[in-house]
């Protein structure tokens, strides 16, 4: 292999590494935005309107998540 090709191969890693630390980002976010705004006092199991308000967050988030990504996408 040609260093050419190694250096293609490694920055394709590099980016698809960056990719999914992004995602895990988003999802950690996500998690703790959600988390803090829904339950008010952790149990044994969600009740049915701390499952409503962490579905309806995380709807909300990644709708946000995708309008923006949109948005930055046609600055381009």
């Given at each position: 292999?040609?260093?050419?090709?190694?250096?293609?191969?490694?920055?394709?890693?590099?980016?698809?590494?960056?990719?999914?630390?992004?995602?895990q980002a988003a999802?950690?976010k996500?998690?703790?935005t959600?988390?803090d705004?829904?339950?008010g006092?952790?149990?044994?199991?969600?009740?049915?309107?701390?499952?409503?308000?962490?579905?309806?967050?995380?709807e909300?988030?990644?709708?946000?998540?995708?309008?923006?990504?949109?948005?930055l996408?046609?600055?381009?």
């Amino acid at each position: 292999m040609s260093e050419s090709s190694n250096n293609n191969e490694f920055q394709t890693f590099i980016e698809q590494e960056n990719q999914k630390a992004a995602i895990q980002a988003a999802i950690s976010k996500l998690t703790e935005t959600c988390w803090d705004k829904c339950i008010g006092k952790p149990g044994s199991k969600l009740d049915r309107a701390e499952s409503e308000c962490i579905a309806n967050c995380a709807e909300r988030f990644l709708d946000s998540s995708s309008f923006i990504m949109q948005r930055l996408m046609k600055k381009q």
